[in-house]
C-alpha cells in the first residue's frame, strides 16, 4: 500500500524540522509573553483547512475522506511555503527577522518540492472514478480555503493583537 512513496527522497525527514520549528516558536511565544506580559489569542481549535475540509467531505463519500486530506495537507505545504517566502522578500519586514525565517524558508521548501512528489506520485495511484470525484470537490474545496483565509475571525483578531503590541512596544 505504502510502497509508491518508498522511493520519494526525505519523507520522513519533514517531522523533524517541523518539531524544531514547533519547539522554537514554543518558546519564542513564552519569550514574548515574559518580556511584554500579552497572552496570546486562544486558538479556536479549527483550522482554515479543517474548515474547507468540511465542505468537500460534505461532498464525498466516506471512503475518500482521508485520501482527500492527504491531498489537502499536500497543498496546504506548498502554499504556506509561497506565503513564507512572500513575507521573507517584502521590504518591511525587519532584516533580523528575515534572517530568522531563512532556515524555517529553507526547510520549507524542501518540504514543498516532498510534498509535490508525494501527490504526483498518490495522484498516480487513484483510480479514475476516485480521480473525477476529487476533481470534482476540489474548487468548492479552494474557494472555502481562500474564503476562509481571508474571512478569518483569528486573523482580525490577529491584526488587533498587533496594533495592541506595535503601540506597547513601537
Not at 471512503?63 to 509561497?82: D, G, M, Q, R
Request: charged fraction near 20%; hydrophobic fraction near 40%; glycine fraction near 4%.
Amino acid at each position: 500500500r505504502h510502497t509508491r512513496f518508498r522511493n520519494v527522497t526525505g519523507v520522513q525527514t519533514c517531522a523533524l524540522p517541523i518539531c524544531y520549528h514547533a519547539l522554537a516558536s514554543e518558546d519564542f511565544l513564552r519569550q514574548v509573553i515574559q518580556v511584554t506580559g500579552v497572552q496570546p489569542l486562544p486558538h479556536s481549535g479549527t483550522t482554515n483547512r479543517s474548515l474547507s475540509l468540511e465542505v468537500a467531505f460534505r461532498k464525498l463519500p466516506e471512503s475518500l475522506h482521508s485520501k482527500f486530506e492527504f491531498i489537502a495537507v499536500c497543498l496546504a505545504e506548498n502554499t504556506i511555503t509561497e506565503e513564507l517566502i512572500d513575507v521573507a522578500s517584502n521590504a518591511g519586514v525587519r532584516a533580523d527577522v528575515v534572517q530568522l525565517m531563512k532556515d524555517h524558508v529553507m526547510d520549507e521548501l524542501r518540504h514543498s518540492h516532498i510534498f509535490s512528489k508525494m501527490l504526483q506520485r498518490f495522484s498516480a495511484s487513484l483510480e479514475q472514478q476516485e480521480k473525477g470525484m476529487i476533481q470534482a470537490v476540489l474548487p468548492d474545496f479552494i474557494v472555502a480555503l481562500v474564503r476562509a483565509a481571508n474571512q478569518s475571525e483569528h486573523s482580525e483578531r490577529s491584526e488587533e493583537h498587533t496594533s495592541e503590541l506595535q503601540s506597547r512596544f513601537g
